[in-house]
């Protein structure tokens, strides 16, 4: 059954294809720390649901060694602006096609892939189908770009690369922090945020619960980046104790709602490197935080009014 391991694994073959590239950049002296560093991601990436765990956290902390010396990117090797320039005005919309690919296999795998069975068992997990779908979506889109632009294969891992380089190690804090959710929900990071909660903020009023709770839950996307990663926390200390449990809230809109505040937090943090150091890569930006200024305002309405929300309508 082809699931999560085949997008990982994809996505590996990728950050390989950096590392080598890395490796064989002969002009840049310290390309071995952008080699070793790309390598070992790929390696965990690759192989990480094989490896033992005690080698996983080995290779994490090297990761963070090299990041700590800081990476070497190398010299950009592909097509320069005046190539792009006219490539763009030769093509012209027809640039889009290769974009406009990726939503729509994604669209289409998502609701074809259940039904391609083998021997009458589903040939794709029914709760990766997305993932995988998108990871489909991601390759047909390069193989369009390739064949409009006419481009040789190996730009598209310079291409690769030098967005990763451009972005560096924060390429990995959304893998990082997601795992660092879970090891904080397992620790038991939940209860003690509800006791300093309880001890700091009175909880007697249903509605001073939710605006802890959907703050907290932004709070927390903040500090890890990621609202999925600060959901398990907040709700096994806040939200299901006290919503649910002592003021009979609804757990379905509490948990929607919550996620909402938390993605509230996302706009508003550079830890959320995908979301918004990304961007700010991709344009060229001169202040990596400008994406991050912009979207301050937006992201403080937003958890003002899913805070209200929730008050209005958790307790029904």
């Given amino acids: 059954m082809i699931g999560l391991d085949a997008v990982y694994i994809l996505t590996g073959v ?16 310290r390309r071995w720390r952008s080699t070793t560093f790309w390598g070992i991601f790929a390696i965990l990436l690759m192989a990480g649901s094989w490896l033992p765990d ?28 005046a190539t792009r320039a006219a490539s763009a005005g030769r093509l012209g919309n027809k640039l889009f096609v290769a974009a406009l690919a990726i939503p729509v296999v994604t669209m289409a795998g998502t609701l074809l892939l259940p039904h391609l ?19 489909l979506g991601a390759v047909t889109g390069l193989l369009l770009a ?21 972005i560096g ?18 620790a038991g990071v939940g209860a003690v945020v509800a006791t ?11 509605f001073v619960v939710v605006i802890v709770y959907t703050i907290g839950m932004a709070l927390f996307t903040i500090i890890m980046g990621n ?25 379905v809109v509490m948990s929607a709602l919550g996620m909402l505040s938390g993605f509230c937090g996302t706009p508003m943090t550079p830890m959320a490197a995908n ?10 930006l001169t202040d990596r935080n400008a994406v991050i200024k912009v979207q301050i305002p937006t992201a403080l309405m937003l958890l003002g009014v899913n805070t209200l929300i929730m008050i209005f309508f958790v307790y029904r």
């Fill in 14 to 29: 990728m950050f390989a294809a950096f590392a080598i590239s890395h490796g064989f950049d002969t002009s840049n002296k």
């Fill in 54 to 81: 005690f080698l996983s956290g080995v290779l994490v902390l090297a990761m963070v060694g090299v990041a700590a010396l800081g990476l070497a990117p190398g010299k950009d090797t592909t097509s320069d602006d």
């Fill in 117 to 135: 069975l083998v021997h009458g068992a589903p040939l794709f997990a029914a709760k990766h189908v997305t993932l995988v779908s998108l990871a």
């Fill in 146 to 166: 390739l064949r409009l632009t006419g481009a040789p294969g190996h730009f598209a891992t310079a291409e690769g690369r030098r967005l990763a380089d451009s």
């Fill in 169 to 186: 190690w924060a390429t990995v804090l959304p893998q990082m922090l997601a795992a660092l959710g879970g090891i904080f929900a397992a």
């Fill in 196 to 206: 300093l909660a309880n001890n700091t903020i009175p909880m007697t009023q249903p």
């Fill in 227 to 251: 609202a999925f990663a600060a959901f398990p926390v907040m709700t096994a200390g806040i939200g299901l104790p006290l919503i649910v449990g002592k003021f009979g809230g609804d757990p």
């Fill in 275 to 284: 979301f918004n150091i990304v961007p700010a890569a991709v344009l060229e």
